[in-house]
């Protein structure tokens, strides 16, 4: 399994998603998983998703510039590091972000996000 490959499937997955539907990012997390939000800790797939949800815009678009990959221990797990641009319905300019997602495997050989930290980056 290519650890490059697997990181650009994920992330195209996570963010069509995300921009199409945010609710149905429910089964990419579980009760162990973690979000930290812009310093706030959030746990669990129903947490995560309901402050997903609630996010104060409706409509966006990622557009991905970066996607940096490592396998992470013995478990097979992969650190996912992404950088982009985030354009909300409306708004002139996007808005940068970096987004770090510690994906680990499930016994159906999928993956799970256990930890999930994103930051605006403001210029």
């Known amino acids: 399994m290519d650890p ?37 800790k959030i746990q669990g797939s129903p947490n995560i998703v309901a402050k997903l949800t609630s996010l104060p815009f409706q409509q ?8 940096d990959c490592q396998p992470s221990g ?13 354009q909300l319905a409306g708004e002139q300019h996007a808005l940068k972000f970096s987004q770090m997602f510690h ?10 996000v256990l930890n999930d930290i994103f930051r605006l980056n403001y210029a």
């Open 4 to 40: 490059d490959a697997v990181a650009k499937a994920f992330v195209e997955h996570y963010y069509s998603t995300f921009d199409a539907n945010r609710a149905n990012l429910a089964n990419l997390y579980q009760e162990s998983s973690m979000l930290t939000f812009e310093g706030q």
């Open 60 to 67: 966006c678009q990622h557009s991905i510039t970066t996607v």
């Open 103 to 112: 994906l680990m495997p499930t016994p159906q050989g999928s993956f799970y």
């Open 74 to 86: 013995p478990a097979g797990g992969m650190l996912v590091f992404v950088s982009g641009n985030l």
